[in-house]
């Protein structure tokens, strides 16, 4: 009789539980529904989206991807248009990653129903030309038909330059980039490797500082470069440490200012070879 009663007590309590859990995920399903209708009210609900900071060429493009990365729910249930849950890294990324341009960007509230995206776009740092440089008597002149491109500080080909002259950005010639590159526009290309490329920017930077002009530089195979100064070429190479070569260019350099201004001369240099440190070779002119 115990037996009987303890089954029948054992099946209850199984009943009870089950009931139990039901309910509970009654109230979770309910909750769930309550507070998606709560995200899906109307002044809750991103309405307003405004593009600032950058050219109107990619403004509305941007615009539309912030419309897109709006849309659809969580889960189904959670709108990702709510203003509390709106997904912000996400579309930080995908602008990013779409527009290369873009340096970054800022999201803030413009009022309850608005977001104001402010854009920064990347600051040139070089202009890269996937050609031959052009000489017309021994001199370097610029073609506005070049394939030529503005880099970023790392050496990313981010937008076509539209031509290369009158800018204050240093010029390199890099025609290997279309071997590696997949297409005729070199967006998203790198003209060397960034390490690379932050050696040369010193290096030009330096020659300038220094009373050199520094036209451009061909950056040609095996680290070879050729730097074009007026109508002198200056041969250098990475084999014995681009530092080195600065430091002798700079000696022989100040030395022949120096020499010109007591004998009240103007050399001028065919060539001037640092790839043989510590010695300079050079060919002058006149």
């Known amino acids: 009789m115990r037996n009987i009663q303890s089954k029948s007590f054992s099946k209850k309590r199984r009943t009870k539980m089950w009931w139990s859990i039901v309910g509970v995920i009654a109230c979770i399903v309910a909750l769930l529904f309550v507070i998606s209708w709560f995200f ?8 307003n989206v405004q593009i600032f900071g950058t050219d109107p060429d990619i403004s509305d493009q941007i615009h539309d991807v912030v419309l897109k990365e709006l849309n659809g729910n969580y ?46 776009e990347k600051t040139p740092s070089a202009v890269v030309c996937a050609t031959l440089p052009n000489f017309e008597n021994n001199v370097l002149t610029f073609d506005p038909t070049d394939s030529c491109y503005f880099a970023d500080s790392t050496g990313l080909l981010f937008e076509k330059s539209g031509g290369h002259t009158g800018h204050p950005y240093n010029t390199y010639y890099a025609p290997e980039i279309y071997v590696s590159g997949s297409s005729s526009d070199l967006v998203g290309s790198y003209a ?23 036209d451009a530089m061909l950056l040609k195979d095996g680290g070879e470069y050729e730097l074009y100064s007026s109508s002198t070429v200056i041969y250098f190479n990475d084999e014995e440490g681009i530092s080195d070569e ?25 060539y001037i070879d640092l790839r043989y440190s510590p010695n300079v070779f050079y060919k002058v002119v006149k």
Do not use: C
């Open 246 to 270: 600065l430091t002798n260019l700079l000696a022989f350099w100040n030395h022949s200012v120096a020499s010109d201004h007591t004998n009240r001369t103007q050399t001028v240099y065919d």
């Open 75 to 120: 889960l189904g249930l959670f709108p990702r248009a709510n203003v509390l849950i709106y997904p912000k890294q996400n579309i930080e990324t995908t602008i990013q990653s779409q527009f290369i341009r873009v340096q970054d960007i800022s999201i803030n509230h413009d009022g309850l129903t608005g977001l104001r995206i402010t854009v920064n």
């Open 192 to 214: 060397t490797s960034t390490a690379e490329f932050a050696r040369l920017q010193s290096f030009t930077d330096s020659i300038m500082h220094s009373g050199l002009n520094a």
């Open 40 to 47: 899906r009210l109307h002044f809750l609900t991103i309405s």
